[in-house]
């Protein structure tokens, strides 16, 4: 009989554990994953160097209830996670963006010193959990299931979970951490949803976010693969009403579009599905454009789009959007107009996200309504807490999924252990 079951030793797993470890040091802890290797999401994290967090976090970075983020959020501030990461031994460094990343810009510091936080914690790998069964409340006592266990029995709730194997696992309390479907490969294959329905939770109906868009195959765009640029990206309604706006760097690609700003904005037009905008020069309106372009035409009669363009926007967009070099004063008003729109309202046809297999984060999942959110336990299933990407919370880039899960697994980790007696 374990006192405390972590199903996924992800970030928040793996948080929930140490903190469960510090709150209540004689505690049987078992951290339960179904991948042979544990931490795979954290080492691709960051393209390898693990932006742990950002330096500024509130509850506008995130999708879901945000009044119910802020409560999580609070209860583990960016400081903290910083202070909590150095004494774990990682320092972190913060970029111009605000993100922050270990000093040794490797992900592999913050795994080890997760693992080395987690002294004292049992950790099985390669069997996954399939079933999770409360045991009917039979008052004190009950949960003796092992007879020879030293451990005096106590009361409360108890679990017994199934593992792929076939053996099975007794545990007082469940921390479900097994994260969404994002990259399922790494062992987040959306399995732990099943065992929160089984548990009474519901779950919504999840979807991929931070995800590339795809355009059909042979749109020009793809053609200028490799390319990159600082773009802003609208999704709107087809009456024209601005869903949402986003400003970053975007990149072109054999497929189709990625790059921060293009993750950032899939979420919105997958909700949405919205018809998404492009603006290649950030900050210029259609007018502002136009009446720049009738300017340096009227100034200089040989100047064309290009020359007052140029180092504006990448040589290869310019190229592909200007076409032949033609001095402005030669241009009819209906082709300079067509151009500009081109450049600062270009329609961009998405034809699918590419799913779940290259999504940084999934949307939705366990509505925060069914968790109390001062202890991350579930309203639905006495003894069962759930933290991390498995709740319908998601961040945009930058850390701040990273740091969701620290704060929702500490809080899991410290209330599961606590409230043992
Ligand atoms: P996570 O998915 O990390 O862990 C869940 C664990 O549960 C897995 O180890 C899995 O094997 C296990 N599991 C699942 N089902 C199970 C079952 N039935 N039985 C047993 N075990 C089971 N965020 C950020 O803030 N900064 C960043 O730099 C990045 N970068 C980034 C890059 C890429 C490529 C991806 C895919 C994602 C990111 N993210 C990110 C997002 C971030 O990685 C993510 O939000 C967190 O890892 C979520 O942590 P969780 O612990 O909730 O789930």
Redesign the pocket.
């Known amino acids: 009989m374990y006192d405390i079951a972590i199903?996924?030793?992800?970030?928040?797993?793996l948080t929930a554990a140490i903190f469960a470890r510090r709150t209540a040091p004689d505690a049987r802890i078992v951290l339960?994953?179904?991948?042979p290797k544990?931490g795979?999401?954290?080492l691709?994290?960051?393209g390898g160097r693990?932006?742990?967090?950002h330096d500024v976090v509130t509850s506008d970075d995130f999708n879901g209830n945000r009044n119910a983020i802020a409560k999580v959020l609070r209860t583990f501030t960016v400081a903290q996670t910083v202070a909590w990461f150095e004494e774990l031994g990682v320092t972190l460094k913060r970029e111009e963006t605000g993100k922050l990343f270990p000093t040794t810009d490797r992900a592999r510091t913050v795994l080890d010193a997760l693992l080395g936080g987690c002294e004292g914690v049992e950790i099985r790998t390669g069997h996954?959990?399939?079933s999770c069964q409360p045991e009917r409340s039979e008052g004190p006592g009950r949960a003796a299931h092992d007879a020879s266990a030293s451990r005096p029995t106590r009361p409360g709730p108890s679990l017994t979970l199934g593992m792929t194997d076939g053996s099975t696992v007794h545990t007082r309390r469940v921390i479900l951490?097994?994260?969404?479907r994002?990259?399922p490969k790494?062992?987040?294959?959306g399995?732990?949803y099943a065992?929160a329905r089984s548990l009474g939770h519901t779950v919504g109906k999840v979807f991929p976010a931070l995800v590339p868009l795809v355009l059909e195959a042979g749109h020009w765009m793809t053609s200028l693969s490799g390319t990159s640029l600082d773009a802003e990206l609208s999704v709107r309604a087809t009456s024209g009403r601005v869903h949402v706006r986003h400003r970053g760097s975007m990149l072109f690609t054999h497929f189709g579009l990625s790059g921060p700003v293009v993750l950032d904005i899939s979420r919105d037009w997958i909700a949405t599905r919205g018809l998404l905008f492009a603006n290649f020069l950030p900050g210029e309106t259609f007018e502002s454009l136009e009446n720049t372009l009738v300017r340096e035409s009227q100034r200089n009669p040989r100047a064309t789009i290009a020359s007052v363009l140029r180092g504006r926007v990448p040589e290869r967009l310019l190229n592909a959007i200007v076409g032949e070099p033609l001095p402005l004063a030669k241009i009819t008003k209906d082709e300079r107009r067509r151009i500009v729109r081109a450049f600062v309202e270009t329609p961009i046809p998405v034809v699918r996200d590419r799913g779940f297999d290259f999504?940084?984060?999934t949307a939705d999942g366990v509505p925060l309504t069914e968790i109390d959110l001062a202890t991350m336990a579930s309203r639905r299933c006495d003894g069962l807490y759930l933290?991390?990407?498995?709740l319908d919370v998601d961040?945009r880039i930058g850390?701040?999924?990273?740091?969701?899960?620290w704060a929702s697994?500490r809080l899991a980790g410290t209330s599961a252990a606590r409230l043992l007696d």
């Open positions: 199903i996924g030793a992800g970030a928040a797993g339960l994953d179904g991948a544990i795979a999401k954290i691709i994290a960051g693990c932006n742990v967090t996954k959990v399939v951490a097994t994260g969404g994002s990259i790494t062992g987040s294959d399995s732990g065992l999504a940084e984060v933290c991390g990407e498995i961040g850390g701040y999924n990273f740091q969701w899960a697994g």
